[in-house]
């Protein structure tokens, strides 16, 4: 192949990187700012939290931006040097692997809906359960939303780890993109901490009947900066105030 011809390819492979990654977090961007437009729109009070919106009008695209997320994830290949690297270890953790599981992890909180006592949610793995319980592996009980909690949980640790360890990785020196991934991280671990207390209480009186759903949308809106950040989001928009200026 000539020399011009793959450096087109390299280009055009960078532009759809850089697309994936900004798609990443308009998706992760639009998702809260839909729900609170439909809670406004609908003039109806807000959901306890982000996954209480299942049983809305709104659980389509709740259910629909969970699986283009976790789709998007599975589509990142990270940096390709990782997977040729000297050890098990540095093979596995790398930003392809969480990725992955993020991926997996944000398709799990799609499939494995809140639980709520009374109702059956449609058309998900969840429809057989019923009751305050969920009977699973040799008869252990655990609570019905186990696999929601953990699904999310998990996905949230990923998606932390990203901010903190692997966008950084492709700055030199404390540049501002990396502060923003910094900033983002430390934003993501506040609200983890914040909501880990509360998904295991579910105490709304001490917490508040909005709590976890502010606190889960400020960690997505984190993630989506970072995406967004990663993605250089900011060069497309900046040429186009420019040709908008004149």
């Known amino acids: 192949m000539p020399p011009h011809s793959r450096a087109k390819e390299r280009n055009q492979l960078v532009i759809s990187y850089r697309m994936l990654q900004r798609l990443l977090g308009l998706l992760g961007l639009a998702l809260p700012l839909s729900l609170l437009v ?13 996954s ?3 049983y809305t009008k709104m659980g389509g695209v709740l259910v629909g931006t969970l699986c283009a997320v976790g789709v998007f994830l599975f589509c990142y290949n990270g940096f390709p040097e990782d997977r040729a690297a000297p050890t098990l270890w540095q093979r596995l ?15 799990g909180v799609a499939l494995f809906p ?3 006592p009374g109702l059956i949610p449609p058309s998900s793995l969840a429809d057989p ?9 040799y008869g252990a009980v655990s609570h019905p939303n186990a696999a929601h909690y953990l699904s999310a949980a998990l996905f949230f640790l990923c998606i932390f780890i990203f901010s903190a360890v692997f966008f950084p990785r492709g700055e030199q020196g ?9 900033l983002c991280a430390a934003t993501m671990a506040v ?9 295991i209480t579910r105490d709304a009186t001490a917490y508040g009947p909005h709590f976890l759903f502010i606190w889960e949308s400020i960690a997505i809106l984190a993630f989506s900066i970072a995406w967004l950040a990663k993605g ?5 928009v900046a040429s186009a105030l420019k040709r908008w200026r004149g």
């Open 114 to 116: 809140v639980h709520r």
């Open 174 to 182: 404390m540049t501002k993109r990396k502060l923003v991934y910094y």
């Open 191 to 199: 609200a983890i901490a914040r909501m880990v207390p509360y998904a």
């Open 93 to 107: 953790f790398t930003d392809r692997t969480f990725a992955t599981l993020a991926g997996v992890f944000a398709i």
């Open 232 to 236: 250089k989001i900011d060069e497309p």
């Open 52 to 54: 209480d919106f299942y």
């Open 38 to 50: 439909f809670t406004w729109a609908e003039g109806r009070a807000l959901e306890a939290s982000i």
């Open 129 to 137: 359960i019923a009751g305050d319980t969920l009977t699973v592996f």
